[in-house]
């Protein structure tokens, strides 16, 4: 196992993003997915369905853009810690199934990266002010 890599310049723009803020994001983005996915779902029949489109929309949003609904509004950026770049689609799925998990997402280092974070070489930073 090898020892942790100190963050980048670039991935620290803002420094790590509070913890209230990512989980302030985290309730928008599910309130978010309640609404869509209710318009097609029960959401008592299909509980599935929000969490599902959780994960398609990190995996969308959060590899593209580096960043989900919730985190654009309160200004949060989800980035690569080696270069501060959109993680890309395939490691935001990674982390969006494992943030729905749960526990890997409260099981965090001093750089308040959870393992779901670390799994996909991510880091949640706040976005660097606009101007």
Same mark, same amino acid.
């Given at each position: 196992?090898?020892? =942790?890599? =100190? %963050?980048?310049? =670039?991935?620290?723009? $803002? /420094?790590?993003? +509070? ?11 599910? @309130?978010?997915? %309640?609404?869509?996915? $209710? /318009? #097609? ?8 369905? +929000?969490?599902?489109?959780? @994960?398609? /929309?990190?995996? #969308?949003?959060?590899?593209? #853009?580096?960043?989900? +609904? $919730? ?21 935001? !799925?990674?982390?969006?199934?494992? !943030? ?6 409260? @099981?965090?280092? *001093? ?5 779901? *974070?670390?799994?996909?070489?991510? @880091?949640?930073?706040?976005?660097? +002010?606009?101007?």
């Amino acid at each position: 196992m090898q020892a =942790p890599q =100190p %963050v980048p310049q =670039p991935a620290r723009a $803002g /420094g790590p993003a +509070p913890l209230a803020r990512r989980f302030g994001a985290l309730f928008i983005d599910w @309130i978010a997915c %309640v609404l869509v996915t $209710g /318009g #097609f779902v029960h959401p008592t029949r299909q509980s599935w369905a +929000p969490v599902a489109a959780l @994960i398609l /929309g990190y995996g #969308f949003f959060i590899g593209v #853009f580096g960043a989900s +609904p $919730g985190m654009y509004l309160l200004r949060l950026r989800c980035v690569r810690v080696t270069d501060g770049a959109p993680v890309g689609i395939f490691w935001a !799925l990674v982390r969006g199934v494992l !943030l729905c998990l749960v526990i890997p997402a409260l @099981i965090m280092d *001093d750089q308040r990266r959870g393992l779901h *974070d670390r799994a996909a070489g991510s @880091i949640v930073v706040n976005a660097a +002010p606009k101007g």
